[in-house]
């Protein structure tokens, strides 16, 4: 259904007219991600600035059967935040509502609006002396609704959990211009359903998020960053396992990476320096937070290392030194995309399997990407914590859209082995646009049907980001 310049005057009414965007020029920037992998285009950009607009919004587009599309920082990574290239999409940005409305210390909360961006929120915490653990390299421009959308996780997860687990109520505005007042500060709360639940992870399908409570923990008074060689993915198990069960939830984070992925860091981006030189094939960050101290922090990752070091579980292990240098041994891992970019295509995979499969997938999914794409390099690297990896594999240097057209059939094949360990093709970046097909072909079929009742029981004129997700 095309949306008309009188239907557009309607929802621009409810905005006010600096807040609807209508001009190309203007429009341009909503219809395509960083990358520009998703494009398309708007006739119309809505800016609101509370929730009742949101709600007038919604309602009409309910009632005309107008499609929409929240955006929130336009950082994600698989086309939920996109329109398509109809023309008939009009995109809801939440920018304008960005407020934090409480900061609750006693209740250790903070009560902030969808628009908020994800490191306003984390230092707003940090000057009330919390902090909002969540961590992702997209933060400067991530917003708290697209965050919870998406389910984000990022570097923290393995101590503290992903967004699902940092927050204890929301408020919604659903496709008919309801809105769910949910916005509790409960730690148990069992009075049925847990509906906050079915909002984030949802990616815009469901209703558009407009505030959340969100969770907030001490600051640690101590941080050791360490970075150690291993020869294997199983040796890097092992190291975990000692990690865990000597520092127990003081552990942070533990990120995996293949020497190819950390050399790439190396070699493309300016500064960055792998902490250590010795010929090793797979790489392992460690994080310890401590809530008494440095010192404790310092010393629980020496006898973790030590130790490993003593047994051959790694063969070489560094300590930062000073804060700078913790974040010195973090931008090697941070910027591993970055370089991937720099270097050329490369074909990728989220994915999570059991922490216990860890070394056997890595092998054998190895094994298809040697016999699917011969000419590729496997970068893995990521959360191994959490059995999330970024299982990507890079073409040869400058390759461009040829290797790209084989992504397909590899993520097709890579993903049968997920399958096979029971994992899930979209562990941390969610469906959108990217996966949605997949999803459809390889979801548990009853599963995939509750989700779709779902979906029609809140959105039945099907306006909520259509194409997305499901
Ligand atoms: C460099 C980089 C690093 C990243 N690292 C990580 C990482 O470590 N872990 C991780 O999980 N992700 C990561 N991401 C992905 C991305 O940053 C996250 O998915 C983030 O949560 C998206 O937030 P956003 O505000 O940009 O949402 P957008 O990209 O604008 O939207 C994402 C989805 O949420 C929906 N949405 C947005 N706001 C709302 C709302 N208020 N109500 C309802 N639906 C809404 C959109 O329709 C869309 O489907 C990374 C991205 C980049 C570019």
Redesign the pocket.
Known sequence: MSVTRELIERFATVVGDKNALRDEADTAAYGH??RKLFKGRTPLVLRPGSVGEVAAILKLATEMGTPV??????????G??TPDDSGTQIVLS?SRLAAIRELDEDAGTMTVE??AI?QTVQERAADKGFLFPLS????G???????????????NVLAYG??RDLCLGVE?VLPTGEVMHDLKKLRKDNTGYDLKSL?IG????L????AAVLKLVPQPRGRQVAWAGVSDPAAALHLLRRSTAAAGGSLSAFELMADSAVRLAEKHMSGVRVPIQSDTPWHVLIEISSGRSEEEARSLAEEILGAALEDDVVSDAALAASIAQGASFWQVRETI??AQRVEGASIKHDISVPLSDIPAFIEEAGRVVAREVPEGRLMCFG?MGDGNLHFNVQGPAGAGEEFLAKWKALNTAVHAVVRRYEGSFAA???I?KLKRDELGETADPVSLEIMRRIKRTLDPAKIM?PG??I
């Not at 599309?69 to 698989?78: A, F, I, S, Y």
């Not at 949802?202 to 399908?205: I, R």
């Open positions: 991600e960083l599309v929240p955006q929130g920082g336009n950082t994600g990574l698989v939920g935040q939440l969808a628009g994800l992702i390299a997209s933060q421009s991530a917003q708290i609704g697209g965050i919870l959308s998406t389910n984000a996780g990022g570097v992903n967004a919604v909002f949802a990616e815009g399908t209703g558009v998020i407009t995309p970055d959360h941390e970046h969610g959108g980001n997305k997700l």
